[in-house]
């Protein structure tokens, strides 16, 4: 099973390095020890909540929660808002946590 939290740390990785930041600057910018982002990045702890919301502001993301059936519309409005000359074939801050698979 593929957890949903591979796709919010390759974004949040990937945001990181979109803005040019290494670990370390990362870490002034949000007051956690570049050792612990590199247990994020890597997956070696589990990313705290508070971790996530600090980490996607001082990335200008927002972590929120959107009903299923509004995400749909949540994704467009990003894949609109997203940089042009960037080739997004879904938007990389909006996933759909599924209890189930096959749902």
Same mark, same amino acid.
């Given at each position: 099973?593929?957890?949903?939290?591979?796709?919010?740390?390759?974004?949040?990785?990937?945001?990181? @390095?979109? @803005?040019?930041?290494?670990? #370390?600057?990362?870490?002034? #910018?949000?007051?956690?020890?570049?050792?612990?982002?590199?247990? *994020?990045? &890597?997956?070696?702890?589990?990313?705290?909540?508070?971790?996530?919301?600090?980490?996607?502001?001082?990335?200008?993301?927002?972590?929120? *929660?959107?009903?299923?059936?509004?995400?749909?519309?949540? @994704?467009?409005?990003?894949?609109?808002?997203?940089? $042009?000359? @960037?080739? *997004? &074939?879904? $938007?990389?801050?909006?996933?759909?946590?599924?209890?189930?698979?096959?749902?």
């Amino acid at each position: 099973m593929r957890y949903a939290t591979e796709d919010i740390i390759q974004t949040l990785r990937g945001a990181r @390095k979109d @803005k040019g930041l290494s670990q #370390r600057k990362l870490s002034a #910018r949000v007051g956690l020890p570049q050792s612990h982002i590199s247990k *994020i990045e &890597s997956g070696a702890t589990d990313l705290r909540l508070s971790s996530l919301v600090q980490l996607a502001r001082s990335l200008d993301y927002e972590v929120v *929660i959107v009903p299923r059936k509004a995400l749909s519309a949540v @994704k467009a409005v990003v894949v609109a808002l997203s940089v $042009p000359h @960037k080739a *997004i &074939s879904q $938007p990389r801050a909006a996933y759909e946590l599924n209890d189930d698979e096959d749902a």
